[in-house]
């Protein structure tokens, strides 16, 4: 059964950062694209970035400049660095994860999502 597992949420003042992490369980998983999300007060999910199996990246715009994500596929882990935080990034943020399960089978899961909170 395939997990993933969030950590690094909390809360901070405006100007200030933290780092996401979603490690996939088990370690052996064949994860390809991995990526954030996150659901604000209006529980409206927003894709916030991802990350192919090769490293490359997108964002939404509302994070370009500010948030990096970042994977080791050795660990099956994948990473947000989020800096310059404002109050509109608070939210629960999401692991997302396509893990193939055999040649013709790609499945999604998702993290149980990990709180965000940033005061003015």
């Known amino acids: 059964q395939v997990q993933l597992v969030e950590s690094g949420g909390g809360s901070v003042q405006s100007g200030q950062s933290l780092r996401l992490s979603c490690a996939v369980s088990?370690?052996?998983?064949?994860?390809?694209?991995m990526a954030w999300y996150r659901r604000g007060p209006g529980n409206q999910r927003e894709l916030v970035a991802t990350?192919?199996?090769?490293?490359?990246?997108d964002y939404a715009d509302s994070v370009k400049g500010r948030f990096t994500i970042s994977r080791d596929n050795a660990k099956k882990t994948v990473y947000l660095q989020m800096d310059s935080l404002n109050p509109e990034d608070t939210a629960v943020y999401v692991c997302?994860?396509?893990?193939?399960?055999?040649?013709?089978?790609?499945?999604?899961?998702w993290g149980p999502g990990t709180r965000v909170t940033v005061a003015v």
């Open positions: 088990p370690i052996t998983s064949n994860v390809i694209t």
């Open positions: 990350i192919d199996a090769t490293g490359v990246t």
């Open positions: 997302f994860a396509d893990v193939r399960m055999s040649d013709t089978r790609i499945d999604n899961y």
